[in-house]
C-alpha cells in the first residue's frame, strides 16, 4: 500500500475546532473564521519573529544559548513522523518499543529505520563511519 498527499500540512484539532497549516505554499485554514482573525493580546506570548527549526538550531550552535525546541523533543517529532511513514508503508501497525529505540517484533520496520548514506552528499570516509555506525542486527 502506497499513501501519498498533495501537499504537506499539519492539522491541529481541538475541542471545538481545528486549524490546519498547508507548506508550499503556506496557507492556513481553521473551521471557524474567528480563529483566523485572533490577535494576541499583550500578555499573549507571540512566535511571530520565531526563527525556523534549520536557523534556531545553528543559532543555537553558534551562540551556545538552547534552541526553542530541545533536541529530544525535536528527536521524538522526528521519530514519530518516521513511525507513521513506516507503519503507513507497510500498511499495518506497528508498535514502537521507546527504551530500545526499536519495533517490537518486527525486522520489516526496524530495517526501514535506517538507509545507507551515498558519497554524493557526504565524504566517503564520513559516509563509511556514518554507515558502520547505524548497523544493527535483524534478529
Excluded: C, H
Excluded at 5 to 11: D, E, N, T, V
Excluded at 25 to 43: C, M, Q, R, V
Excluded at 46 to 68: H, Q, V
Excluded at 100 to 109: E, P, S
Amino acid at each position: 500500500m502506497k499513501y501519498k498527499i498533495k501537499k504537506p500540512f499539519i492539522k491541529f484539532i481541538g475541542e471545538d475546532s481545528w486549524i490546519s497549516i498547508s507548506f508550499f505554499p503556506n496557507t492556513i485554514n481553521a473551521s471557524n473564521d474567528k480563529i483566523l482573525k485572533f490577535e494576541s493580546g499583550k500578555n499573549d506570548v507571540s512566535y511571530a519573529d520565531t526563527l525556523s527549526d534549520e536557523a534556531d538550531f545553528l543559532r543555537s550552535i553558534e551562540t551556545g544559548k538552547p534552541s526553542l525546541e530541545p533536541l529530544e523533543v525535536g528527536n521524538n517529532v522526528y521519530m514519530l513522523t518516521m513511525m507513521g511513514l513506516i507503519a503507513t508503508e507497510l500498511g499495518y501497525e506497528v508498535t514502537w518499543d521507546q527504551k530500545a529505540g526499536r519495533f517490537v517484533n518486527d525486522n520489516a520496520a526496524d530495517a526501514m529505520l535506517t538507509r545507507p548514506f551515498r558519497e554524493k552528499w557526504m565524504d566517503k570516509n564520513v559516509v563509511n563511519l556514518m554507515n558502520k555506525f547505524q548497523q544493527f542486527d535483524l534478529e
